[in-house]
């Protein structure tokens, strides 16, 4: 039989004529690596005892034989069975008490891998039972078979054929990538026992062990990519220091008309800890809607500030920009800090007076939108960036500030909570610090999933409450009939709206509402397609309530502060991630009221029911995170697909938490012990990087 190299093409398989290997070029697979490589991603039970003329080298299976012949050979013990249609080799090199009792005539079930040797198969190290004169097997145990992703379910046995014919070469070329000795700490298998086990797993716990082994090499290798990365922004690149005093903390902190939280407060000590070392810090402040990340963040800018710097703030939006600017105003009542609003719109000459200030350094601290990074901003000595990404986080890139000063510190605000194992994986090279609970006193939301069915009732349930002086907001996946989906979340393709229980668009849902239960009620509708300056008047409007309810696409989700708006109604909620959702229901609990939010469910598709009953259970946004992540994935987390995460081909963010982490820590090591993976013990990871990068591993060569 010939040695298989990891290059050889498939055709080298013995059965495998061109013919053949043109199908296996059409699912990509030309060579023994791309065949190994190539992995089941499920696995199906077979029945048996199987007939050993069946039996294919490289499964595991399981027969019913009579023994014939017993042999000692020096190394191995050799049991010859026989079962009617064939017969086959047991071998043991370390014959277990069992296999030292069999005598010719006896009935055995014998479970194992079959392999190929001296153009024969062989059952290595079989388990073996005896079974009673003429009887049949006991309990049936079957074996499990891979099925192959793409592949017909006629074609799999095809496959499976030539893998099988591959796996019985004892020793696979297959690189090993992972350090043996991390392997044994984690207890996981090499590179080589797991392909092969991923392949014909001898049970469902070992299919799943190799799994998890190939999946712990993959995010050790991306945590590795991180690190690298991040250690060398660290190392190339120095920024302003920042220096509390406990002077400094006291007059900032006397700005607040409240104590800030014990939350509040890590988030401030973590920061704090960043802006005096000197290099640019680059961390992810996260938490709920409302539970005081624009305050810690303004901390930070007002530490910048006392130490000379200027401090930046750059919202999603114009409203957002002008809402986080009125609130500092009411902060910064009567300090010395010069603050300015740097809008998009509005006059060229107020534009540029307010550049030229900022140019000389005259302002300390400028919000604003996009605006801030246009060509021709340029601070004097920059020294934090506060981004406030909302729920657009998925997003995250650094943008370009222009500052004649070194590289500013970079603070990103996302109210979207993010799974550990995404914050570990895909943001893995920036900090996190986290914000768990609100300033105490905040209204609840009481959350209810509602059908079609009860909305007559339920609305006119809510009518009752704005006429005793709340506000609503309705919100609806698309603006009219037959229109885009505004929801970049929307996960049904077009042909969904073309049913007929497409989802109600916006304006629509406005007249059906004024002409029932909202008869003759101020009511306005809100979208992307209006001017800037009509959605800010209704938005001002509804602010003030003069308009009682907003029905509404999902752009009130980075929408303004209504703490009178207090009732929130979702329809075709079934369309929304579930931390959407969430955020959408963060607009109801801005006051001290207790909100409500009506759920419409109007698809009445299985999996929605259970789906949405999450959000009736808790209001704990990062456990919301990870139920969405585990029903949906992490593209559909992030709204949509969203460059930048990792292809995982093992590992799975919604249940490898534990993986992730063991990564993390054994990746920290490595890079602490050595940096530039210089070491031979290392070459096999720096190989797999390579493998996993390709060109882009100069970038963290480079960057
Ligand atoms: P976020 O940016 O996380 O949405 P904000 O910082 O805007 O939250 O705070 C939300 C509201 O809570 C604001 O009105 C703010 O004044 C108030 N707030 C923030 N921190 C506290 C605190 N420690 N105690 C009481 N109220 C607070
Ligand atoms: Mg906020």
């Not at 009887?135 to 095809?158: D, F, H, L, T, W």
């Not at 070392?277 to 963040?297: S, W």
């Amino acid at each position: 039989m010939r040695l298989f190299r990891a290059d050889s093409p498939i055709q080298y398989v013995r059965g495998v004529g061109p013919r053949r290997a043109e199908w296996f070029a059409q699912h990509d697979l030309r060579t023994i690596g791309d065949l190994l490589d190539f992995f089941p991603t499920r696995y199906v039970t077979q029945g048996g005892p199987f007939a050993i003329e069946n039996l294919q080298p490289g499964m595991t299976a399981r027969i019913l034989a009579d023994v014939l012949k017993i042999r000692h050979r020096p190394t191995s013990l050799v049991v010859l069975v026989h079962d009617g249609t064939d017969a086959i080799q047991l071998r043991w090199f370390q014959p277990p008490p069992i296999a030292e009792a069999l005598r010719p005539g006896m009935r055995v079930s014998a479970e194992g891998r079959v392999q190929e040797f001296d153009d024969r198969i062989e059952m290595i190290q079989p388990l073996v039972e005896f079974v009673p004169e003429g009887g049949a097997a006991g309990n049936e145990k079957s074996v499990i078979v891979g099925v192959y992703p793409g592949v017909a379910e006629k074609q799999q046995p095809r496959i499976r054929d030539v893998v099988a014919t591959v796996l019985a070469q004892s020793r696979l070329p297959i690189a090993e990538c992972v350090p043996p000795p991390l392997l044994a700490r984690r207890r996981l298998m090499s590179r080589h026992d797991a392909v092969r086990a991923m392949h014909a797993p001898k049970d469902m716990r070992q299919a799943d062990h190799a799994r998890r082994s190939l999946a712990y090499e993959e995010f050790l290798l991306i945590e590795l990519a991180m690190m690298m990365r991040r250690a060398k922004r660290v190392s190339i690149q120095t920024a302003p220091r920042i220096h509390l005093t406990p002077e400094i903390d006291q007059r900032i902190r006397k700005r607040f008309p409240f104590e800030l939280t014990s939350a509040q407060n890590g988030a401030i000590r973590e920061i704090g800890h960043d802006l005096q070392a000197g290099r640019p810090m680059t961390r992810l402040l996260q938490g709920d809607v409302g539970c005081g990340k624009t305050v810690v963040a303004l901390y930070a800018c007002l530490a910048a500030i006392a130490s000379g710097f200027q401090a930046a703030i750059m919202a999603p939006t114009e409203i957002l920009a002008s809402q986080h600017f009125a609130k500092i105003e009411q902060y910064l009542a009567g300090s010395r800090v010069r603050r300015a609003l740097l809008r998009g719109a509005g006059s060229r000459a107020d534009r540029a007076a307010g550049l030229a200030k900022i140019d000389r350094g005259e302002i300390d601290l400028v919000v604003g939108t996009h605006a801030l990074i246009q060509k021709d901003v340029a601070f004097q000595n920059l020294a934090l960036v506060v981004v406030d990404e909302q729920h657009r986080f998925g997003v995250l890139q650094r943008h370009a500030f222009r500052s004649k000063g070194p590289t500013p510190h970079y603070l990103v605000m996302t109210a979207t909570p993010i799974p550990r194992t995404l914050s570990m994986t895909v943001f893995g090279d920036l900090d996190v610090s986290t914000i768990r609970s609100s300033p105490p006193g905040r209204g609840k939301v009481h959350t209810r999933v509602i059908t079609p069915d009860d909305w007559q009732r339920e609305l006119e349930l809510v009518r009752a409450r704005i006429d005793s002086g709340e506000q609503v907001y309705v919100v609806c996946p698309r603006i009219g009939a037959g229109e885009e989906e505004e929801n970049s979340a929307a996960r049904e393709p077009r042909a969904f709206a073309e049913k007929s229980d497409a989802p109600i668009g916006a304006v629509k849902m406005a007249e059906t509402l004024q002409a029932g239960p909202f008869r003759g009620l101020p009511l306005a509708v809100l979208h992307g397609r209006m001017t800037q300056a009509e959605k800010d008047r209704i938005m001002r409007e509804f602010a003030a309530g003069k308009i009682r309810a907003l029905v509404s696409t999902t752009i009130v989700e980075v929408g303004v502060d209504v703490p009178n708006a207090t009732i929130m109604v979702i329809e075709n909620a079934e369309r929304y991630g579930l931390s959407q959702l969430h955020q959408l229901r963060g607009r109801v609990c801005r006051g001290v009221r207790d909100g409500l939010c009506l759920l419409v469910r109007r698809d009445r598709g299985e999996a929605a029911g259970p789906r949405l009953q999450v959000m009736t259970r808790t209001l704990d946004g990062f456990r919301i995170a990870e139920e969405d992540l585990k029903l949906r994935g992490p593209g559909e987390l992030f709204g949509t697909k969203q460059h930048g995460l990792p292809e995982l081909h093992m590992g799975d963010l919604a249940m490898d938490f534990p993986l992730v982490e063991a990564a993390r820590d054994d990746a920290a090591a490595i890079v602490r012990d050595d940096p530039q993976l210089k070491k031979p013990p290392h070459q096999a990871l720096l190989a797999g990087l390579r493998k996993m990068f390709g060109e882009k591993l100069a970038l963290i060569d480079a960057a």
